[in-house]
């Protein structure tokens, strides 16, 4: 390696690096654990912040786990978090046996019937009035995902690395952080980070920019098919409203109360489901804007829960989002 040719903000520097960082390092790791039967992941929270360094052309704090991660112009900073899920344990469906990402049968019983997880997510520790205060300060949050292009293939491991941009000063990100510290983690024991989840209702609200995005290939090579300066980012859009018919957070009242919003019309005794799709009717009639909807939807996901909280809703954020003045 040249490292005299290497430099931030390089699409062939950001190959480079996932080379040398990411496939030799995998790739001597799942050797080992074909060996020793240890976990085949290696810990990638680190190599995702190098990789945003060169995808975004800024350098980092040297400060590891606590620190500026990004920083960036006129004394802002961002922070990076990493998810990883490639090379997560599964099991097998008919013995129950724990089954590696490299295995495509059952080290137990020789079957195929596999479940493959792919369940890790971000996480957002706010470990105090301190850290909440400053939640909002930093100027984005950079979100780095690898996870396998198609899981459940056994002829196809193609690895989809991605890097999404997030303001936090966003109605769905800043709502979100206020509701986990004073209403999540508040009535918590454990006081555990906010579990923060890829392509869930909460994450498409928040209008993430994805701004990198390459394919590993199986044979190790990189095909780079978004990168700044050369594609245009794309914005991450909230999803077909029925998606999210099964979320937890997007109640019935809430869809309810969302469609009335709207000035949508509607008959007695509906699903929710049936709620959500007459929304995403007006939506696509009305080609409602992406900004409009997902700000919509996180008002009514959140604010009635932040009312009961707050007078312990710092100034600065209500000055940020007025509405919270409202509750």
Request: proline content about 4%; overall charge neutral.
């Amino acid at each position: 390696m040249n490292s005299n040719r290497l430099r931030l903000g390089s699409l062939e520097t950001s190959e480079q690096l996932i080379k040398d960082l990411y496939l030799d390092l995998r790739t001597k790791v799942n050797s080992w654990a074909s060996i020793t039967h240890q976990t085949s992941q290696a810990r990638m929270g680190y190599i995702g912040q190098h990789l945003v360094s060169v995808v975004t052309g800024f350098p980092g704090s040297r400060s590891g786990a606590r620190g500026a991660d990004l920083i960036l112009p006129d004394s802002e900073y961002g922070e990076i978090k990493t998810c990883y899920r490639v090379d997560q344990l599964g099991e097998c469906n008919n013995c129950g046996a724990r089954v590696a990402s490299i295995e495509n049968s059952c080290p137990a019983c020789n079957s195929h019937d596999l479940t493959r997880r792919e369940d890790s997510k971000w996480l957002i520790s706010l470990r105090n009035d301190d850290e909440f205060g400053k939640v909002l300060d930093l100027k984005y949050y950079f979100l780095v995902l690898f996870e396998f292009l198609d899981i459940q293939s056994e002829d196809n491991k193609d690895i989809v690395s991605s890097i999404w941009r997030i303001d936090p000063k966003v109605p769905g990100f800043g709502y979100c952080m206020i509701d986990y510290y004073l209403n999540i983690r508040a009535h918590s024991k454990s006081k555990a980070p906010f579990d923060f989840w890829p392509y869930k209702i909460k994450f498409d609200i928040m209008r993430p920019l994805l701004i990198y995005r390459s394919l590993i290939k199986e044979n190790d090579s990189i095909e780079t098919q978004i990168f700044p300066g050369r594609d245009e980012p794309r914005i991450h859009v909230v999803l077909e409203l029925t998606e999210y018919s099964r979320s937890n957070n997007l109640t019935l009242d809430k869809a309810i109360q969302i469609a009335n919003s709207f000035n949508i019309e509607l008959e007695p005794n509906l699903k929710k489901i049936e709620i959500l799709q007459k929304i995403e009717e007006k939506r696509q009639s009305e080609r409602t804007q992406n900004q409009i909807l997902s700000d919509t939807i996180a008002d009514f996901l959140y604010l009635q829960e932040l009312a009961p909280v707050k007078n312990q809703i710092p100034v600065k954020f209500k000055d940020i989002f007025p509405k919270l003045k409202e509750i």
